[in-house]
């Protein structure tokens, strides 16, 4: 929320001190300026990247000396970057951060003493607060849930603290509390907003009475808030305990002034203490809980309207599956029946009686009348779509011309154990979201799939290979792929010409016995080399919530002391990835591939991850804005001739040959790309992601004639099970946003988005544009095949994205599943819209070329 982020008008301490007359110097991020305009005597903002950590934090040291020495400031803020951006690059584990720490260390140390210099002077006690807003991650990232992100230090310093408490076991606090504790330290009024309490350790040593207002005055503006914020708020316990405690304060202070200085009223002093603390840790509760408000009334209805659209997807499945691949929705009958005008009216009294009765704002109520009645128009519509066709689907008397209308004219459905296992398995992923272990560890759940599908896989291979005979004597017949027929009808055909000699041509079968082997071996050996690829894979990078933090082998190569096998390791990764993509690229497409990936290695030498074997690893690193843009260029090269030869295919003359070379060259552009924002131990998931979808497509989706559905499913899984191979997870703070400058000199919202959302969902990503690029490639299917696929997959990614809009919506009360759940959602949405744009896109040219064919 910090990015691009407009001026705080919402009450805070910085606001406070400026309208008490306290003058604020602030040195830091450039954030900070923007959050609070003309509230600083004196600020230098520095606008400072992620892939920045000495320059910004140089440029707030170097004012320390001669504004410690002034005396015409009452408060200083610096925020140091560094240490945050060195995570974020190489994680808690790098080198930079032992260095960074110490400077720190410096830092606070010439802070302290020009402080104590200062305070022999006569001045007022001073005060030193040493805090962070997060932690850090195992990845270097934050914004989840681990002890190691959510729990950081708060150290005060200050001659009014006569001794050290706690510093052995400190106690915890929750991070709001720090603005009543500052307010109250500074002679501040308390924030309007602000949930937190006091720390009642910092004004251990003043006397009982000052304690007790400083209780009192927390517990007043919590009151206050308490009331603004819930409608019921005198059924709350700390609004009760409150009342109690300021009643019995209130006898308190009777009996003190009147000069009683008795040992029974300072123990009556103690137990009202305890009990303003009760009340303000209820109070600072129930605040906390409701400031997830949540709309439910606007949830309901987007809920109904995806499950509505979901609903028609599945019921057009089978006509869009068929061979003509056309779907028949009667939507002129559903808008002129009689339930559809009773809908609207049915829906918009609805509407007009919750925005009358509820007592929130809801956006749903707040839309203008044009916007709600297009809605409900739209839901009512598509309510009567989903009757005519769900009654087009029940039989209502016998079969019509011998034949069952729930069964295709063309063949009966027959469920192998391949078509089982790809079923409840989608299946049962979706019902396993309505836990929400089952969502912190979803990468367990396709772990498990994907090892499952394998050993399908290997024994439908094992029946092709070993169970197929026929023929007299039981001699073993190999099923021959479409090329393989192809290839014997040429062979037949040259024999028959004229002139022809026998003997001189081989048998076909002779001639191709030693390939046939060689292929069924390789076809037995792809689904454990597949089962063997994942389980090293999986231990890359620790991902989920309860084993996040154990030590996998990414740290071990991103060490110091291991980045020479790194280097390595991503030479070799980098020189196999040209070998699997450069076969189906042009010339020019494979010599532009491969200096980019060159580029892609200069890149991460120049930022120290890797080293050519002339460097050493002492060197100065940089920030690799060059090399990245040399990478940029060939990728927007390649994607250019790709498209151009895809445009070439549909326009001037239909040419399939040319049509699928362009889409594998976008494809390589893509890989290429996504090879440049992958850190350095991450190449080898990509290097195996291309090699899985290589001996996949050669050994076993086509000897195996699996047909589009089930490829796609296929495609599916392997794509949710890369998303977790790259180490993400269901959590925000996975999100690599190191990404961000990759090539940038400067914060360009537009490019950090979308260089973001690749890196994150390269894995989906790339398996559903290879699902298109690999249909397309296969002549011997229907014209529709990409159609079905990209059908398939629609249905796919909507499922779970409307399990989680119900699941969101019935747990909205919860705040830790929400935190669990709302970047779930995010990502459910964002990978939705990435399949849709790509079907889209690939099914649109697929239809193109077809009608140009024809």
């Known amino acids: 929320m910090n990015l691009n982020s407009p001026a705080l008008l919402e009450d805070n301490l910085i606001w406070q001190a400026k309208t008490a007359g306290k003058k604020v110097i602030f040195y830091g991020d450039e954030t900070w300026v923007r959050l609070f305009p003309k509230h600083f005597m004196e600020y230098d903002g520095t606008l400072s990247f992620v892939s920045d950590y000495t320059e910004a934090d140089n440029n707030v040291t170097r004012h320390l000396d001669s504004t410690l020495k002034r005396d015409d400031w009452d408060i200083l803020i610096l925020h140091y970057l560094g240490l945050d951006h060195i995570g974020h690059i190489s994680g808690p584990h790098s080198s930079l951060i032992q260095p960074k720490l110490l400077e720190m260390d410096d830092i606070l140390k010439k802070i302290h003493g020009l402080l104590i210099s200062k305070e022999a002077e006569g001045s007022l006690p001073y005060l030193l607060v040493l805090c962070a807003d997060h932690g850090m991650s195992e990845t270097g990232s934050h914004g989840g849930s681990s002890e190691p992100e959510i729990k950081t230090p708060l150290v005060l310093i200050s001659p009014a603290f006569k001794r050290k408490v706690g510093m052995e076991y400190p106690d915890e606090v929750e991070q709001v509390d720090l603005t009543p504790t500052l307010a109250l330290s500074l002679g501040l009024p308390i924030s309007q907003n602000s949930v937190g309490r006091v720390i009642q350790s910092v004004f251990d040593e003043t006397s009982l009475r ?29 609004f009760e305990q409150y009342r109690v405690a300021e009643k019995a304060h209130g006898s308190w202070m009777k009996r003190y002034l009147e000069g009683n200085t008795s040992e029974v009223l300072t123990n009556m002093g103690k137990k009202l203490l305890k009990q303003y603390l009760e009340a303000l840790s209820a109070m600072s509760s129930a605040l906390s809980k409701e400031l997830g408000k949540y709309d439910v009334y606007s949830m309901i209805a987007g809920m109904v309207f995806v499950f509505q659209l979901l609903l028609v997807l599945l019921l057009a499945m089978p006509e869009a599956l068929s061979s003509s691949a056309s779907v028949d929705l009667p939507v002129i009958s559903a808008l002129l029946s009689l339930p559809f005008y ?27 009348w044009g916007l709600v009645f297009a809605a409900i128009t739209f839901s009512s519509a598509m309510s009567c779509l989903l009757l005519s066709m769900m009654a087009r689907r029940i039989p209502l008397g016998p079969k019509l011309y011998g034949k069952s209308p729930l069964k295709s004219s063309s063949s009966e459905w027959s469920l192998s154990e391949l078509d089982a296992l790809l079923l409840v398995g989608t299946a049962g992923h979706t019902l396993s979201l309505a836990s929400s272990s089952f969502i912190e560890e979803e990468h367990q759940t ?144 494979k010599f532009a591939l491969a200096l980019g990936l060159l580029g892609v290695y200069s890149y991460r030498a120049a930022v120290g991850n890797v ?42 003359a239909p040419d399939a040959k040319l049509k699928n070379r362009g889409l594998w060259e976008i494809y390589s552009g893509l890989v290429l790309l996504i090879s440049l924002l992958f850190r350095a131990h991450n190449l080898p998931v990509l290097c195996c992601c291309l090699l899985i979808q290589t001996l996949m497509a050669q050994f076993i989706w086509r000897k195996l004639h699996y047909d589009a559905a089930q490829t ?14 790259q180490g993400n997870s269901n959590n925000i703070s996975t999100v690599d946003i190191s990404v961000w400058f990759v090539g940038l000199d400067n914060f360009v919202e537009a490019p950090a988005i979308f260089l973001t959302a690749v890196s994150t969902y390269a894995g989906p990503l790339l398996w559903a544009c290879h699902l298109v690029c690999y249909l397309s490639s296969e002549r011997n299917r229907s014209p529709v095949a990409v159609g079905h696929g990209c059908y398939c997959l629609a249905v796919l990614r909507s499922v779970p994205a409307a399990a989680y809009i119900v699941l969101v919506t019935v747990l909205r009360y919860h705040l830790f599943i929400w935190s669990v759940f709302s ?21 649109t040219v697929e239809q193109s070329h077809t009608t140009a064919a024809s």
Not at 212 to 233: A, E, M, T, V
Not at 825 to 843: D, G, K, P
Request: charge should be neutral; include cysteine; proline fraction near 4%.
């Open 342 to 368: 009773l809908l609207c009216l049915l829906l918009a009294s609805v509407h007009v009686l919750v925005c009358t009765s509820t007592e929130s704002s809801c956006f749903f109520c707040s839309l203008s």
């Open 823 to 843: 970047p779930k959602l995010l990502y459910e949405a964002m990978h939705l819209l990435l399949t849709a744009a790509v079907c889209l896109i690939f099914n």
């Open 712 to 725: 796609t499913i296929m495609h599916f899984w392997f794509g949710q099970a890369f998303f977790y191979f």
């Open 210 to 238: 000052d304690q007790l207002r400083f209780l009192h005055l927390n517990g007043h503006q919590l009151n206050c808030l308490l009331k603004d914020s819930i409608p019921d708020y005198m059924r709350e316990a700390g």
């Open 446 to 589: 396709w772990y498990f799939l994907l090892n499952t599908l394998c050993i399908v896989v290997f024994q439908d291979v094992c029946c092709k290979y070993f169970r197929e005979k026929s023929g007299p004597g039981g001699e073993e017949e190999h099923i021959l792929p479409y090329k393989d027929f192809h290839k014997e009808d040429m062979y037949f055909k040259e024999k028959t010409n004229p002139g022809d000699q026998e003997e001189h041509v081989p048998p076909y079968k002779d001639y191709h016995k030693e390939e046939i082997y060689s292929e069924k071996w390789l076809a037995l050996a792809t689904p454990p080399f597949v089962l063997l690829c994942c389980r090293l894979l999986r231990y890359l990078n620790q991902t989920g919530v309860q084993w996040a933090h154990l030590p996998d082998l990414g740290h071990w190569l991103n060490s110091s002391e291991h980045k020479v096998v790194l280097s390595l390791l991503s030479a070799f990764s980098l020189v196999l990835i040209y070998f699997l993509i450069q076969r189906r690229c042009s010339l020019v497409s």
């Open 611 to 652: 080293l050519f074997p002339w460097q050493h690893s002492g060197r100065t690193m940089s920030k690799g804005t060059v090399e990245a843009r040399f990478v940029y260029v060939f990728v927007l090269g390649i994607l250019f001739t790709g498209t151009k030869d895809l445009l070439r295919s549909q326009i001037i």
